[in-house]
């Protein structure tokens, strides 16, 4: 996988602060100076400690129904109105807090219709963002603004972005805010594997982010399943190392049979990985035009002649960097042919219905990249590259909806892999400092997202893009 | 008793490297093991309980005394599969395939894995016989004079370490000084011999760029290809290397056309026919049958690497089959005096009438038929692995070729073997 490097590598790569953070006692400074150790994120399939509080606006329904689907427990929310305040020691005016530390907010907003009514956004994320807990949830659940025919909630929605952006930015230890856009038909089993994620450890590295849950059906079962993928097989592409391995990992921890696919040169520790978590491995050069044919044939070969793949994660990818200066058309084409023309070429073949293909109701998800969506200094090749995977999700997933195949993608931001440990200290702090969990991510969090993406459960989730970023400072 | 199809599934390998390099420090266990791994992750082995894994090394530590089950329990196959350790020289890999597959018709196992492997870089080495036995005389004692008394009987000669043989131990011969014989008898020249060795780097050399191999070969240690295939090799190359083995006109056996030394190690997954498809494996050729035989090259003085000679008339009598019934033949290249030496003796009269006991020779056969991914003087030939490399490489080819003048693409392999041995199996595509 390539090294996920963030526009700041300007200030960190300036001939004065590498000559400082390569230099022995330049690190030794930097560490004593504090940079302060990053908060332990809290991850995996764990909720939070303390209490969910639910906070439904007017008579908004659709959070308590999917809590109640996930069995969570709610309590009602403390707010923050000039009559609940008291006064403190100083003088000041306290506003009513809780007993105790509180796992997480789930604001129920579907029910918004006026600017008044942000009034009870305010007199509820006041209380909860005093007394979060380390790594808790703010989720803000509203009805996506363009599903609104009237102008006012529409408007007020769209407030929303911003409102979320910016407790993101505020919570501290490892807390997250996300937002999440629904359709009136979107059901609470619809809702429930995106709830669920999101007050979950799997989120940890989700930060700021905003995205969609359309109307989609889910079963009961289906949509409470903590092994989602059990009797399913995934594809994995770039499978050997970094956040390829933790894909495939993940998705074999939530019951998916996994074949792993990666070049024939990375054999060895694809068959590693493969063996851990009882797959298959196809060691394959996915850029060769026949490459999707091959990951049927390999599917049929192994899984039986009416086997079909019910997920492809195309995460393989390369980087080549080189500022356009420098940039000849081999370091051009083969970032080009890896990272989209080959995912083209193999989706085509995998969606034409055969043996071995993709599914009916199966899902596909890329990665796109920080880089792809702020674009990058000596990335021009790997920008374009994952700025069009976005636009693969946007195309595909319309296409595919009547097959029920959903489309997504994560774009991850700092991720900390073998490849981005060899970055000088001082440099590699700039990285992963530049967001607002202050800390690069692990592979292992990509992976929840995919995980969750192509979750049987998120089926009212496609042509999403998920950043990885911990709300990285740039981008959206 | 229902009858049972022993068929070949797949097979891994590692890449085969020259000796004292890449794989140094890698044991046979290490590199048996890698191989098996491999061949797990590919048909999804790993926890499964194999019906049993059959192996050996040529070149073998005494504390290998169990090299397969070891490299099991160091897999990630289920330690529950048995394993047993098998050994007939360059023909170990093969003889395990032939020993895996009787199993299978016999109803004995579902499925089985055979191979071998082989490392020259991490050869055993013995103490001499005369402090050998000084210091068994010396751990016997039950005094210390009589300990000091054993120990006195060292004699500074014997400190001399005891390199493995690589000569026939009754001819004191090597491998290479018995094949110049038999290149001499049979008046094998330089130009053919290279001539082969060539195609065979050609050959291999395609093969890979072609990813044949993808699904046969794992890297390992961070080898990725075969060290030993020369793809810019040319016949002036081949013609300017000096002779390394026979003496004056018989001196045509160069290191450009005998097999050098390599480490690496192959096995191969066999299993009923049956089976493959409730576990919906692949199946590539059927092992139809094979053969074993022996030459007597000590007082009969014959050909010690032309045993096949023996074993393949008898395994086509058995089979109703002529020389030219086989759409592949893959002849293991020892040297490629031998290759070219097992044809023209199986296409000479007088040899097949008084030394076969034939009714007349068997003929030639389709030289563009042999060898057509490469073999040993290319691929290496790390003694035990070789058999594991031929049978799936074979195996593979036979399954791309389908049918052949409507029946099964049908494929010999042949290996021979020091100690004057050679084993041969017939497959058929599936």
Redesign the interface.
């Known amino acids: 996988m390539p090294a996920k490097r963030d526009p700041l590598e300007v200030i960190a790569t300036t001939p004065l602060v590498r000559a400082v953070a390569s230099s022995p006692i330049g690190r030794s400074v930097a560490t004593k100076l504090g940079v302060p150790p990053a908060v332990e994120l809290r991850r995996g399939r764990t909720l939070p400690k303390g209490p969910v509080v639910l906070a439904a606006l007017h008579d908004a329904m659709i959070a308590a129904r999917t809590l109640a689907l996930l069995r969570v427990d709610v309590i009602r929310p403390v707010v923050d109105t000039p009559d609940a305040r008291t006064v403190g020691e100083s003088g000041r005016p306290v506003p009513p807090g809780y007993d105790s530390r509180i796992g997480a907010l789930v604001l129920d907003l579907t029910g918004l219709r006026t600017v008044d009514d942000l009034e009870f956004a305010r007199g509820v994320l006041r209380p909860a963002v005093r007394s979060l807990e380390p790594s808790g949830r703010i989720v803000i659940v509203a009805r996506a603004p363009e599903s609104y025919d009237e102008l006012e909630p529409g408007v007020i929605a769209q407030g929303l972005d911003g409102l979320n952006r910016t407790v993101a930015k505020e919570l501290r230890a490892g807390a997250t805010s996300n937002l999440i856009w629904v359709e009136p038909e979107t059901s609470p089993q619809a809702l429930a594997s995106t709830l669920r994620f999101l007050l979950e450890g799997r989120s940890a590295y989700v930060d700021g982010q905003s995205w969609r849950v359309a109307a989609a059906e889910v079963a009961d079962d289906v949509a409470d399943s903590t092994r989602p993928y059990d009797g399913r097989l995934v594809a994995v592409t770039g499978a050997a190392r970094g956040i390829g391995a933790a894909i495939a990992r993940t998705l074999a921890r939530d019951g998916a049979t996994v074949v792993?696919i990666d070049v024939?040169?990375?054999?060895?520790a694809?068959?590693?990985v493969?063996?851990?978590?009882?797959?298959?491995?196809?060691?394959?050069?996915i850029t060769?035009p026949d490459a999707g044919d091959r990951i049927a044939a390999h599917v049929v070969?192994?899984?039986?002649p009416d086997?079909r793949l019910y997920a492809v994660i195309h995460n393989a990818g390369i980087i080549r960097d080189r500022m356009l200066a420098n940039l000849d058309e081999k370091g051009w084409a083969a970032v080009l042919q890896v990272n989209l023309a080959a995912q083209l070429r193999m989706n085509e073949a995998l969606l034409d219905g055969r043996p071995g293909g993709l599914a009916d109701g199966g899902s596909i998800v890329g990665i796109s990249s920080t880089s792809g969506i702020a674009g990058n200094k000596g990335q021009a090749n790997y920008a374009t590259s994952k700025a069009a995977i976005v636009g693969l999700v946007r195309a595909l997933a319309p296409r595919l909806a009547a097959r029920r195949i959903t489309v997504n993608a994560v774009g991850p931001g700092f991720i900390q892999t073998e490849m981005t440990a060899a970055i000088p200290y001082l440099q590699r702090q700039v990285f992963q400092r530049s967001n607002s969990l202050s800390q690069g991510g692990k592979p292992v969090d990509v992976a929840e997202t995919i995980a969750y993406l192509a979750d049987p459960a998120s089926a009212g989730v496609t042509g999403q893009v998920v950043r990885v970023c911990g709300q990285a400072l740039v981008g959206q | 008793m229902t009858d049972h199809t022993a068929v070949v599934v797949g097979g891994n390998r590692i890449p085969f490297a020259r000796s004292h390099g890449a794989y140094s420090r890698a044991s046979n266990v290490d590199m048996l093991t890698?191989a098996l791994?491999?061949l797990?992750?590919?048909?999804?082995l790993?926890?499964h309980r194999v019906g049993e894994v059959v192996g050996g090394a040529v070149l073998k530590h005494s504390r290998d005394f169990n090299l397969t089950r070891e490299a099991v329990l160091g897999s990630?196959l289920d330690p529950h599969t048995p394993a047993c350790d098998l050994q007939q020289a360059c023909a170990t890999g093969l003889e395990a395939a032939i020993y895996v597959s009787n199993k299978i018709r016999l109803g004995q196992v579902a499925d089985g894995i055979a191979g071998g492997a082989d490392s020259v870089s991490d050869t055993p080495m013995a103490v001499s016989d005369g402090l050998r036995h000084a210091l068994l005389a010396a751990s016997a004692a039950k005094t210390l004079p009589a300990r000091l008394a054993a120990l006195a009987a060292i004699r500074p000669g014997d400190l001399v370490p005891d390199p493995p043989g690589i000569t026939e131990p009754r001819t004191g011969l090597s491998m290479g000084e018995h094949q110049a014989l038999t290149t001499t008898r049979w008046g094998v020249t330089r130009a053919d011999q290279d001539e082969l060795a060539l195609a065979s780097h050609q050959n291999l050399a395609r093969a890979w760029s072609e990813?044949f191999?993808?699904?046969l070969?794992?890297?390992?240690?961070g080898v990725?290809k075969d060290q030993g295939v020369r793809a810019d090799t040319t016949l002036e190359k081949l013609a300017a290397l000096r002779p390394v083995f026979g003496r004056g006109e018989g001196a045509t056996m160069t290191a450009g056309n005998s097999t050098g030394f390599f480490d690496g190690a192959a096995v191969t997954y066999l299993a009923d026919a049956d089976y493959t498809a409730e576990r919906?494996?692949?199946a590539l050729a059927r092992v139809v049958d094979a053969e074993v035989a022996a030459v007597d090259y000590t007082i009969g003085g014959e050909d010690l690497l032309l045993a096949p000679t023996y074993a393949i008339p008898r395994l086509l009598e058995r089979n109703g089959l002529t020389w030219q019934d086989f759409d592949l033949y893959e002849i293991h290249e020892a040297f490629a005096a031998t290759v070219l030496a097992t044809l023209d003796a199986l296409a000479d009269e007088t040899y097949c009438r008084e030394r076969l006991g034939l009714g007349g020779a068997l003929g030639e056969i389709d030289r563009t038929k042999l060898n057509v991914n490469g073999s040993s003087l290319a691929a290496g030939h790390p003694f035990a692995a070789t058999g594991g490399r031929i049978v799936a490489t074979l195996a593979k080819l036979l399954h791309q070729r389908g049918t052949v003048d409507g029946r099964p693409a049908r494929g010999i392999v042949s290996i021979c073997a020091a100690g004057g041995q050679g084993a041969v199996a017939i497959l058929e595509a599936c």
Not at chain 1, 264 to 268: H, Q
Not at chain 1, 274 to 285: F, K, P, R, S, W
Not at chain 2, 217 to 221: A, K, S
């Open positions: 792993g024939p040169a990375s054999g060895e694809l068959a590693s493969v063996n851990e978590i009882h797959g298959t491995a196809l060691q394959l050069d060769l070969d192994r899984y039986g086997a | 890698a791994d491999g797990a992750a590919r048909f999804g790993a926890g990630s990813g191999f993808d699904d070969v794992t890297p390992y240690l990725t919906h494996l692949p």
